[in-house]
C-alpha cells in the first residue's frame, strides 16, 4: 500500500531555548516541543509526572450534589447501582467505584447492558431491573450524557441518577441530580479529557476526601484507571498522563489480582507500557461484551482472590481466541468479496453485507480493512433480530458520522463520531444505502485522504542514535494519542549487504548511513522491500526505535514503517 510521508515543521526558537535549559540532544528538544513542552519546568512535570498535581476534584461541575446524594443514599440505607458500559472504559470504570464503595456501604450491585439484547448505554432494561430491585440510586459510568428519555423514566420511578460521562453533551441534558462530565460548557474543571473511569476515579477521590479516607485507598484502582486510559484512546496528556504514568507502574509493581491474572494468560514477561495494555490487557477485556456478557470482566476487576480472578481471566481469554478467530475468518471473506468484484476496485468506500457475520466483530472487520488491505471509509453490516445492522470506520481527515447523517433517510438509527460509527437499517434499504454512501464520499472527499499519511517527527542520523539518546527518549512513556512513539526518517540508507528475508515476509535489516556505524532493523510484513534494500542504491525509511534482546544481550533497532527510494 503507497503511502505519503509528511515531516513536522519545526520551532527552531523554542528548541534552542529548551535545549539551552535542559542540555540535552537537540532532537529531543524538538520532540518536546513538538508535544507542547517548552520551558524548564514543564518538561520536568512531563518526566516525572506526580500525584499531587492532580486537580482538585471538587472543582468539578455537580461535585458536591453527587457527594451529598451518595452520602444521603448511605444514610438512608437505600441500594445503589453502579451501571457501566460494556467496553473496557465502562468495566473498568464501574469495577473502581463498586470496589471503592463496598468498602464503606454493603448495599451496592452492579450492571452491565448487554451489547446484542439492549446495546449502548442506558437501557429500558436496565433501570427496569432497578425498579424491580428496588433501586433508588443509580450511578452511570462511561455513559448516561445522551439518556434523556430513559433517566425521565427512571426519575418517574423514584429513581435518582448521577451520571459521570466524558462524551460530548448535547444541549439539552438529562433531568440528573448530578452530572459529573468537564465538557460540559460551564464545567470549571481544567482538564477536559478524562476517560470515565477517570470521572469514576474523581468521584471517589473526592468521596474519600469528605470521609477522611487516606488517599492511598483511592491509589490502589490506578492500574485500572490506566488501564481504561490506554485502551479508550483518549489524549495521552495532563491528568491522563499523570493517572496513565503511576498506573502502568503499579500494573508492573503491584497489579490486582484481575489484570495480574491476565498478564499470566497473556504470557507476558517483559515490563509493561500502554502499548501492553492497549494491544494485550484491552482485547481481552473487550472480549467479553463482543462474544458474551461483560459483567465477567467486572467480576475480574473486583476479585481479590488471585485464583477466583484466574478463573474469570480464563473466560476473557477464550472470549478472546474465539473473538480473533471470527474476525480473521470475517476479515478473509470481506477481502475476497472486494477482490471478485471489479467494480469495487474504482470505489472509495466500502460497504459490505453478509447476514452471517457476527455483529461483535464488525468494528474491528472494518479497522482491519482499512488498516492492512482497502485504504477508504469502510462499513461492514451484518443482520440482527431482522434489522440490519453495523459499524464504520474512516480514514484520517474524513468525517464518516457526516457522511451517514446525509443517509438518515434510509437509517432506523445512528450514531458515532468523526471516525467512528454505528448504525441500523431495513434490509431492504442496504443497497440504496451502498450506493448513496459511495455518492457521498465520492463527491467530498479529498484524493490525498485515500493515501494513508505517515506523520514523521524528525530527520535523524545514524550517528544520534546512542543508549543515552533512547534512554531519555524512553521516559516519553507513557505514550498514546498527543504523544505518541517518535518516528523518524533517515535519508540515504545503504544495505551493508547482510540484510535478508526471515520467514518469507519480514525483512530483517543491517544497514548504514555515509560515516555511521551498521545498526539493524526489522521491517514486519515488508519482504517486498528487499528488492530495493539489495539493489545497493541509497534509499529513505521511515521507523521508530526500540531494543532488542538476543542471548541475554540488550541493543537498539530500528523498528522499519516503511521505506523508499531516495530521491
Known amino acids: 500500500m503507497q503511502k505519503r510521508w509528511t515531516v513536522k515543521k519545526y520551532q527552531p ?40 498535581d492532580l486537580h482538585d476534584p471538587w472543582i468539578m461541575k455537580d461535585m458536591d450534589k453527587a457527594i451529598s446524594r451518595i452520602e444521603e443514599a448511605f444514610f438512608r440505607h437505600e441500594k445503589i447501582l453502579i451501571y457501566g458500559d460494556y467496553d473496557v472504559d465502562g468495566t473498568t470504570a464501574v469495577a473502581t467505584v463498586y470496589s471503592f464503595l463496598e468498602t464503606i456501604y454493603p448495599n451496592l450491585e452492579f450492571y452491565i447492558p448487554h451489547r446484542y439484547r439492549e446495546g449502548y448505554g442506558i437501557s429500558l432494561q436496565g433501570i427496569e431491573h432497578a425498579r424491580d430491585n428496588d433501586v433508588s440510586l443509580i450511578i452511570a459510568l462511561d455513559c448516561g450524557i445522551k439518556s434523556t428519555d430513559h433517566i425521565a423514566t427512571a426519575k418517574s420511578w423514584g429513581i435518582d441518577f448521577i451520571v459521570c460521562d466524558h462524551h460530548l453533551p448535547d444541549p439539552i441534558l438529562p ?82 489480582s484481575g489484570i495480574k491474572a491476565l498478564i499470566q494468560l497473556s ?3 517483559e515490563k509493561l507500557t500502554t502499548s501492553n495494555l ?17 459483567r465477567k470482566a467486572v467480576n475480574l476487576f473486583i476479585e481479590k482472590d488471585y485464583d477466583k480472578a484466574y478463573t474469570f481471566a480464563e473466560m476473557l481469554h477464550a472470549d478472546n481466541f474465539d473473538r480473533k478467530e471470527i474476525d480473521m475468518t470475517i476479515t478473509q471473506e470481506a477481502v475476497s468479496i472486494i477482490q471478485n468484484d471489479i467494480l469495487q476496485h474504482t470505489r472509495k468506500s466500502t460497504v459490505l453485507f453478509q447476514p452471517h457475520w457476527h455483529k461483535g466483530v464488525v468494528g474491528i472487520v472494518a ?70 454512501f459511495e455518492s457521498i464520499v ?26 543515552s539518546f533512547y534512554n531519555i527518549m524512553r521516559q516519553f512513556e507513557p505514550l498514546g494519542p498527543e504523544n505518541l512513539r517518535p518516528l523518524f526518517i533517515a535519508k540515504n540508507v ?63 533497532q530500528l523498528k522499519v514503517i516503511d521505506i523508499r527510494a531516495s530521491a
Open 278 to 294: 492497549v494491544f494485550v490487557i484491552a482485547p481481552r477485556v473487550n472480549a467479553a461484551g463482543r462474544m458474551d456478557d461483560a
Open 367 to 436: 479497522s482491519r480493512l482499512i488498516d492492512k488491505y482497502f485504504y477508504r471509509p469502510t462499513i461492514i453490516l451484518t443482520q440482527s433480530n431482522g434489522q440490519v445492522a453495523g459499524s464504520a470506520r474512516s480514514v484520517t481527515g474524513f468525517n464518516v458520522y457526516e457522511a451517514i447523517h446525509q443517509c438518515k433517510d434510509l437509517l432506523e438509527n445512528y450514531g458515532g463520531h468523526f471516525y467512528a460509527a454505528g448504525m441500523t437499517m431495513k434490509p431492504e434499504n442496504v443497497e440504496a444505502f451502498q450506493e448513496r
Open 267 to 269: 504470557g507476558l514477561k
Open 175 to 256: 433531568n440528573a441530580v448530578a452530572i459529573l462530565n468537564p465538557k460540559q460548557q460551564d464545567c470549571p474543571y481544567p482538564y477536559k479529557e478524562l476517560s470515565g473511569c477517570g470521572i469514576g476515579f474523581k468521584l471517589i477521590s473526592a468521596l474519600a476526601q469528605k470521609k477522611g479516607i487516606p488517599m492511598k485507598e483511592v491509589y490502589q484502582y490506578l492500574d485500572l484507571v490506566a488501564t481504561s486510559i490506554a485502551a479508550d484512546i483518549v489524549p495521552m496528556t495532563g491528568e491522563n498522563r499523570i493517572l496513565a504514568y503511576h498506573g502502568v507502574k503499579q500494573v508492573n509493581e503491584t497489579p490486582s
Open 494 to 556: 545503504t544495505d551493508t549487504g547482510y540484510s535478508k528475508i526471515v520467514k518469507e515476509e519480514h525483512l530483517k535489516l543491517s544497514i548504514k548511513q555515509r560515516n555511521s556505524h551498521s545498526i539493524s532493523g526489522i521491517g514486519f510484513f515488508m519482504a517486498d522491500k528487499f528488492e530495493l534494500v539489495n539493489s545497493k542504491k541509497p534509499f529513505d525509511m521511515v521507523f521508530t526505535l526500540e531494543e532488542n534482546e538476543w542471548n541475554g544481550n540488550t541493543t537498539l
Open 442 to 467: 465520492a463527491a467530498t472527499i479529498d484524493p490525498d485522504l485515500l493515501i494513508p499519511e505517515i506523520v514523521i517527527d524528525s530527520e535523524i542520523t545514524f550517528n544520534d542514535i546512542t543508549p
Open 13 to 52: 526558537i523554542p528548541e534552542q531555548q529548551l535545549q539551552a535549559a535542559l542540555r540535552i540532544h537537540p532532537l529531543l528538544c524538538r520532540l518536546l516541543v513538538q508535544r507542547g513542552i517548552k520551558k524548564y519546568d514543564e518538561a520536568k512535570h512531563f518526566f516525572r509526572p506526580t500525584l499531587e
